[in-house]
């Protein structure tokens, strides 16, 4: 271990990165190689000789940086934001260094007992329900990913539902009950809910969301009736806050009835637009919370914790125990019962020192600090609702309950050919880069404000841009 290496290269590295935010504006947004292109400048063979941290860094601009797409840079629009911020990156270097592996209470109590504070700081901040503390039977969990919160969620249901069905026939196997098991989710929801359905054998049903892209428990009721007519056992539903597409929001007070009613696990997925919950003025769009068993959200979208982080709360910890308990005697220590051990509320068995993260960044900015950052990228999302309205030949699509960063539009009274030559024209160009999305067989064009460095000036740069180009593309 090189305390001194450590010191002299951890600045080098420092210094890099600090020139690279400087220069980020400036690099175009999208990498502009070809497949294999790093493959011709390394070298086939790992080095057999150390080389210098020097020439390794010297090496960067050459080699990695054209293959870089620059998420951060002010001119990138597409998919969802990443998080980026100082306080995080430190928190990295800290967790890095310390390296311990916290699955369990004492391989490290700070990693368990600092993740359990801060996910209560997070659940306050935005008003969650009190069975989603860790002082009840709920509690907080930092996951990797929405996508294997999703997962996880869905083997905690399918051991509750097959510890309940076997009480009735002693006999049952799980093989034969997940011949009747039946999931739902809207017909908006992020593809990582068709993952799980495949990786755990679930069968999944869409449910066609309504013309706002709104799922609602009316429909899923009628489902229901009609699943379980054919014998099938209904009993998980994801509902999306702030679907990708549009970021539309389901109907959580109606499928929450309906789930309460049905007994069907409600897990919310609100990967992106959770992040505006610690707004009061969005939390209104939390109602119905109450009717979920798991809550997800990623403060590594667009709560300035560098990925990976997604904060997951449980109303009900004792479901997720036992559906991942193993306890072999290597790992068993003598506070079991007083600790969480994380280890039994997620796929891996070994975690990173992730709650340092939220630690360093909510002490650095303070929620109104992030509240304010939150603030700061809806408004420019409605800046550039100004900028467009005032072009009759677009028109905004699909607009949500509320307007959270992101906004959807298209070419008025065009064929989806005419704006998928738009957004190929908008990425040839190079300047700025959107992706589009295919909802209820329209094409439409998704502007998320996604970067720090993001302004007004910025935004009507994106706008005049696009203006450009519809010129171009409509007087050809
Ligand atoms: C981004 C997103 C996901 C996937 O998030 P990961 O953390 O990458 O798995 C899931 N659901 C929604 C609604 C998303 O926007």
């Known amino acids: 271990m ?47 000789q150390a080389e210098s941290f020097s020439s390794i860094i010297n090496d960067l601009e050459s080699t990695i940086m054209p293959g870089i797409t620059h998420w951060h840079s ?49 659940a306050k901040a935005m008003n969650l329900p009190e069975f989603f503390l860790s002082t009840g039977n709920g509690g907080g969990i930092i996951q990797g990913t929405a996508s294997e919160a999703t997962i996880v969620a869905l083997l905690a249901a399918r051991s509750r539902i097959f510890k309940e069905k076997k009480t009735e026939d002693p006999t ?11 999931i739902y989710c809207s017909d908006q929801a992020h593809s990582s809910v068709d993952r799980a359905a495949l990786i755990l054998g679930c069968r999944l049903r869409k449910i066609t969301s309504d013309s706002d892209c709104v799922m609602r428990g009316e429909q899923i009721e009628i489902a229901i009736a009609e699943d379980r007519a054919q014998g099938l056992i209904p009993f998980f539903i994801v509902a999306t806050l702030g679907t990708t597409p ?23 997925d609100a990967a992106y637009a959770g992040n505006a919950f610690i707004c ?66 997620q796929i ?62 298209r070419l008025k009274n065009s064929s989806n050919e005419l704006n998928e030559r738009l957004l190929k024209a908008l990425n040839d160009d190079k300047r700025i880069y959107l992706v589009p999305s295919m909802v209820k067989q329209k094409y439409i064009l998704r502007l998320a404000i996604c970067s720090w460095l993001a302004d007004e000036k910025h935004v009507k740069f994106a706008w005049d841009v696009i203006e450009q180009v519809t010129n171009k593309l409509l007087s050809e």
């Open 74 to 122: 002010p001119n990138f629009y597409a998919y969802f934001p990443t998080a980026l911020s100082y306080p995080a990156i430190c928190a990295d270097i800290l967790s890095g260094g310390i390296a311990c592996i916290g699955f369990s209470w004492i391989a490290s109590p700070a990693c368990t007992e600092l993740e359990a504070i801060v996910m209560d700081w997070l």
């Open 172 to 182: 049952l196997t799980l093989g034969r009950l997940l011949d009747q098991l039946i």
């Open 246 to 268: 549009t970021c539309a929001f389901d109907d959580l007070v109606t499928i929450g009835r309906v789930c309460e009613k049905e007994h069907l696990w409600m897990h919310i």
């Open 348 to 409: 891996p068995l070994g975690r990173r020192f992730r709650s340092l993260k939220l630690w360093f960044v909510f002490r650095s900015f303070g929620l109104d600090g992030l509240r304010a950052y939150i603030r700061k990228h809806i408004q420019l999302a409605n800046y550039f609702i100004s900028l467009i309205s005032k072009d009759n030949r677009f028109e905004i699509v699909f607009t949500a309950a509320a307007q959270l960063g992101l906004v959807c539009f």
């Open 2 to 48: 090189d305390s001194d290496a450590l010191v002299s290269c951890g600045a080098m590295m420092l210094q890099f990165v600090a020139e690279y935010w400087r220069s980020i504006e400036k690099r175009p947004v999208v990498a502009n190689v070809q497949p294999g292109y790093l493959r011709q400048l390394l070298p086939a063979q790992a080095p057999e």
């Open 280 to 345: 009061p003025e969005y939390q209104y769009l939390l109602n119905g919370v109450e009717y979920a068993e798991s809550f997800n959200f990623n403060p590594h979208k667009w709560m300035l914790v560098n990925f990976d982080c997604s904060a997951m709360y449980l109303k009900d910890r004792t479901h997720f125990i036992d559906a991942f308990n193993v306890d072999p005697l290597y790992l068993k220590h003598a506070f079991q019962s007083s600790a969480p051990d994380y280890r039994h509320w």
